[in-house]
């Protein structure tokens, strides 16, 4: 199994602002996922972060808006940029371990 | 990738109740895995089921995969208040898959 922790667990940010949030993994892991929860919503991919190449956004999701970093195999941000109020959402992190996927507890963003 | 499709979308019972939920897929897939996901908390996996197996039980959890259907169950025998939570269904063919979710099952149990 892994045990994911994310920073922050929430915050509160103004329009237009950035946020830099950490995934960090206690083990080492090849494929990372970043997921966006809206208010009501299941789950959407926003982009896999393997590490030693550049993330794959999914359709709808770009790097200007979403950058994300993957430095070595235990640790990734996602920085959500030039921020609005649609972008409250629970951002989460998570990892692959064989067919197994396993997530940190999220971060709970609120722009207004 | 693909994605599961719950169902119901949302389920009310009495605790105490039995709790059954469905899942349907289109395509060939190794395994199918339940995921949990508590109000305003991370994701829990629950269970993960091999395209070879029929039915997989875990505590009070009960899943079943009909391969020929492509169709899945996860029953939740006598629910409990903190069972209340949504409930996605995983189904993958690869163990490089994108795990892509439905729409989950919202189930409320009602002490």
């Known amino acids: 199994s892994a045990v994911i922790s994310q920073k922050p667990s929430r915050d509160i940010c103004q329009r237009g602002t950035s946020l830099t949030i950490q995934c960090q993994v206690d083990?080492?892991?090849?494929?990372m996922f970043w997921y966006r929860q809206q208010p009501g919503q299941s789950l959407t991919l926003i982009a896999t972060?393997?590490?030693?190449?550049?993330?794959?956004?999914e359709s709808g999701f770009v790097i200007d808006k979403f950058p994300i970093s993957r430095p070595n195999l235990t640790f990734s941000t996602l920085t959500v940029s030039n921020m609005s109020p649609e972008d409250s959402s629970i951002y989460l992190c998570?990892?692959?371990?064989?067919?197994?996927?396993?997530f940190g507890p999220g971060t709970r963003l609120t722009v207004t | 990738s693909q994605q599961g499709e719950e169902d119901p979308q949302a389920l009310s019972i009495q605790e105490g109740e039995n709790a059954t939920m469905n899942c349907s897929y289109k395509?060939?897939?190794?395994?199918l895995q339940w995921y949990r996901q508590n109000s305003g908390r991370g994701l829990v996996h629950l269970i993960l089921?091999?395209?070879?197996?029929r039915e997989k039980h875990s505590g009070r959890l009960r899943v079943t995969l009909d391969t020929s259907k492509k169709s899945s169950s996860l029953l939740i025998t006598a629910s409990r208040a903190a069972d209340t939570a949504s409930y996605f269904c995983?189904?993958?063919?690869?163990?490089?898959?994108?795990?892509?979710f439905g729409p989950g099952t919202s189930l409320s149990v009602i002490p």
């Open positions: 998570s990892v692959r371990l064989g067919y197994e996927q396993y």
């Open positions: 083990s080492q892991v090849t494929m």
């Open positions: 972060a393997n590490q030693g190449s550049e993330a794959t956004y």
């Open positions: 395509t060939s897939i190794n395994n």
């Open positions: 089921i091999r395209s070879n197996e």
């Open positions: 995983v189904p993958s063919e690869t163990s490089y898959d994108k795990v892509i």
